[in-house]
T-cell receptor
Framework: AQKITQTQPGMFVQEKEAVTLDCTYD???????LFWYKQPSSGEMIFLIY??????QNATEGRYSLNFQKARKSANLVISASQLGDSAMYFC?????????????FGKGITLSVRP | NAGVTQTPKFQVLKTGQSMTLQCAQD?????MSWYRQDPGMGLRLIHY???????DQGEVPNGYNVSRSTTEDFPLRLLSAAPSQTSVYFC?????????????FGSGTRLTVV
């Protein structure tokens, strides 16, 4: 079974600085997908970025980039130029590689606080 | 607005009561799922569906039933509520190739069982 590990305690970053949120995963399947979601205090889940296991380049979406190191099984989220609105819980997730694309396995999340 | 709509947003139940959490999407997504979120646990999959008439169990299915009679709707039924089912419930949907599009989540239902 696949597993996602997010072990960082609450993270703090100064506004306008970059921050890296760690995620490691475990799967025996060569085909998988990795996601990052943001959950602000209002509670909704917001899709940020996706990385496929066969993608040659690291994914980027605006200020978000994914540092994908396949051999180390890590998929860290990098947020550049942090903003106050980035304060939220961040979840790493992996799509079930064994069949239907309807299943995600989530990590426990990391709380990010951006200081002015 | 297109998206995933969950109702109700808040609910308090007494132990032993039953209820249905509603989930509807208007994006013609094949796949729909229910997750529960508990403090320090991330989100865990309860049930999922790959299309109308097809459902399967996830990681924590006990105490919940689902059905999928239409593409748009995927209700979650609590058969006999227990305090352990106090949680925030999220419904999500996606295309079959969910990669670059991600999964779209509803706004959640906060359920308290007393």
């Amino acid at each position: 079974a696949q597993k996602i590990t997010q072990t960082q305690p609450g993270m703090f970053v100064q506004e306008k600085e970059a921050v890296t949120l760690d995620c490691t995963y475990d799967t025996s399947d060569p085909s998988y997908g990795l996601f990052w979601y943001k959950q602000p205090s209002s509670g909704e889940m917001i899709f940020l970025i996706y990385q496929g296991s066969y993608d040659q380049q690291n994914a980027t979406e605006g200020r978000y980039s994914l540092n994908f190191q396949k051999a180390r099984k890590s998929a860290n989220l990098v947020i550049s130029a942090s903003q106050l609105g980035d304060s939220a819980m961040y979840f790493c997730a992996m799509r079930d590689p064994t069949g239907a694309n309807s299943k995600l396995t989530f990590g426990k999340g990391i709380t990010l606080s951006v200081r002015p | 607005n297109a998206g995933v709509t969950q109702t109700p947003k808040f609910q308090v139940l007494k132990t032993g009561q039953s209820m249905t959490l509603q989930c509807a999407q208007d994006m013609n997504h094949e796949y729909m799922s229910w997750y529960r979120q508990d403090p320090g646990m991330g989100l865990r999959l309860i049930h999922y569906s790959v299309g109308a008439g097809i459902t399967d169990q996830g990681e924590v299915p006990n105490g919940y039933n689902v059905s999928r009679s239409t593409t748009e709707d995927f209700p979650l039924r609590l058969l006999s509520a227990a305090p352990s089912q106090t949680s925030v419930y999220f419904c999500a949907s996606s295309y079959s190739l969910a990669g670059v599009y991600g999964y779209t989540f509803g706004s959640g239902t906060r359920l308290t069982v007393v």
